[in-house]
């Protein structure tokens, strides 16, 4: 099984420590406990946001505090808009309602399953434009302080840029409303993702240079996201290189990747949506997906170990937006060889190669299904087509294309 190695930003040594954020929501977890919490000037000191060894920057409690608020988010909305659309679906008899409720579009502001995903997502954009403020209010003159909070402002805007994205990824006031919640003030889908770029653009300048070329390559990812294809075009080339992502990783505690505990052969909620077995049919498609027989007849999948990394994007997502480019005419070069750049990857032998030549989206929206399974890119695809997969009914015809705000919160 081929997978990227090289984890860019991520850390095995991350870890917590719980403080009082200024700007949550209603649904923002309580952070305060009475043998973890901090004082406002414990807070605002520069060893909080991180330390420097051997010349390199160290995350500080705040910043891994931001890093795993990201994690727990994002493996909470990648996994559910996965059973959202056509990659899971829940078994003939779960124990949780969970992926149930998701499947058959029960995606109301008064499901109360849904409360935690909107609290989590809310605790990870709070924590991290709390950092940014802590990190703005401290005027450093040692040159590794300074070191350091440049370095910390880098990962909270990062971060807050990717909370925003989720956001307005994955929710949506109503389907006529498309907005969310921050702080109490509604924010048009259009916002929030303004707000994504405005993070990342005011990011760059703080970054190394792999930090900038993971930048660029979220802009180019929220481009194709927003259908701002000159925006995704005026980043890509500076995008990842070869075994590049942006991901999270797993080896705190008993957290564990949320696809592998979603979906491994020893779980009963949730499997693999027989309609996309069906789709694997060559050698590099079977490699990128294997699925085996669960004892109840169920699909699961054997992509990841327990440990892995959450991907979010990767070099190969950059060659497939390439690849879109191209077909669009936006930017000069070959979707074939592009597509089959990613191929290649799980099948060396080049038998699963295209044979003919790419010239149009509908073919490169079912390479992209199978290639960039399992992070997220799915249900965007389906509803920035309008198109209705191998749902039944069609995704066109759901009643719910976001998880609903919670209720509680538009009162």
Not at 29 to 47: A, H, W
Request: with cysteine; aromatic share 8%; net charge neutral.
């Amino acid at each position: 099984m081929l997978k990227n190695t090289k984890s860019l930003l991520s850390t095995a040594a991350m870890f917590v420590l719980a403080f009082s954020l200024s700007s949550c929501d209603k649904w923002v977890n309580d952070s305060k406990l009475p043998n973890n919490t901090v004082d406002e000037s414990q807070l605002n000191n520069i060893q909080m946001l991180g330390r420097i060894e051997k010349g390199n920057y160290v995350y500080g409690p705040v910043i891994a505090g931001v890093w795993r608020a990201g994690a727990s988010s994002a493996s909470d909305l990648l996994v559910a808009s996965g059973a959202i659309v056509d990659e899971i679906v829940p078994t003939a008899v779960p124990n949780s309602p969970f992926y149930k409720e998701l499947d058959e579009d029960k995606l109301a502001p008064d499901n109360t399953s849904l409360f935690g995903v909107w609290s989590n997502v809310q605790n990870y954009r709070a924590r991290a434009e709390d950092a940014i403020k802590i990190a703005e209010q401290l005027n450093p003159a040692d040159a590794d302080q300074i070191k350091i909070k440049q370095s910390a402002t880098f990962n909270a805007k990062l971060h807050a840029g990717y909370a925003w994205m989720l956001m307005a990824d994955y929710f949506s006031v109503s389907e006529t409303n498309q907005a969310v919640y921050a702080d109490h003030q509604l924010v048009k889908h259009a916002d929030a993702y303004a707000k994504a770029q405005r993070y990342w653009e005011e990011a760059l300048p703080l970054a190394n240079d792999q930090e900038k070329r993971l930048l660029h390559s979220l802009l180019a990812k929220l481009g194709i996201h927003t259908s701002n294809f000159p925006l995704a075009a005026s980043h890509i080339n500076s995008s990842f290189k070869p075994t590049e992502n942006f991901s999270f990783l797993n080896t705190v505690g008993t957290t564990s990747n949320a696809f592998f505990t979603a979906l491994n052969v020893n779980v009963r909620d949730a499997a693999v949506d027989p309609t996309l077995v069906a789709q694997l049919k060559t050698v590099a498609e079977q490699t990128r997906i294997p699925v085996v027989k669960a004892a109840k007849g169920h699909w699961s999948l054997t992509y990841y170990k327990e440990r892995d990394p959450l991907m979010v994007t990767d070099e190969e997502e950059m060659q497939l937006i390439r690849a879109e480019l191209v077909i669009r005419g936006l930017i000069p070069g070959d979707a074939t060889a592009l597509v089959n750049s990613v191929i290649q990857k799980y099948d060396a032998t080049g038998n699963s190669n295209l044979k003919t030549a790419l010239s149009d989206l509908t073919t490169l929206t079912a390479i992209r299904r199978v290639f960039l399974s399992w992070r997220g890119t799915r249900l965007i695809d389906l509803r920035r087509f309008n198109i209705d997969g191998d749902l039944n009914p069609g995704f066109t015809n759901r009643k719910w294309h976001w998880i609903s705000v919670p209720e509680i919160e538009t009162r």
